[in-house]
Nanobody, 120 residues
Framework: QVQLQESGPGLVKPSQTLSLTCTISGGSITADYFHWNWIRQPPGKGLEWLGAIGYSGSTGYSPSLKMRTSISRSTSKNEFTLQLSSVTPEDTAVYYC????????????WGQGTQVTVSA
């Protein structure tokens, strides 16, 4: 059973960089055909895909956030990290990490989500 767990600060000041880590258990970050995603949900709004890192280490980002987003991974720790720079209160959201199964075309495992608030 794959489990994903987000971790990081719950409060970030405006203009700072938000950094979150997703730790994977029960599966490998390098396993073929899986992509590891960051998704968020602002209050009262729908889900927004931020970006992903694939099993080969390649990355992809939402065009609207590409300039502020970076996703990296540690294969030794079996985890991947989101960094979102120059945050504003509009970046306040519940942030989720999720696994996308390429062959099945679906997000099959999700973390529980972590609330991040951007406020001075």
């Amino acid at each position: 059973q794959v489990q994903l767990q987000e971790s990081g600060p719950g409060l970030v000041k405006p203009s700072q960089t938000l950094s979150l880590t997703c730790t994977i258990s029960g599966g490998s970050i390098t396993a073929d055909y899986f992509h590891w995603n960051w998704i968020r949900q602002p209050p009262g709004k729908g889900l927004e895909w931020l970006g992903a890192i694939g099993y080969s280490g390649s990355t992809g980002y939402s065009p609207s956030l590409k300039m502020r987003t970076s996703i990296s991974r540690s294969t030794s720790k079996n985890e991947f990290t989101l960094q979102l720079s120059s945050v504003t209160p509009e970046d306040t959201a519940v942030y989720y990490c999720a696994r996308y199964y390429e062959s099945g075309h679906l997000f099959d495992y999700w973390g529980q989500g972590t609330q991040v608030t951007v406020s001075a």
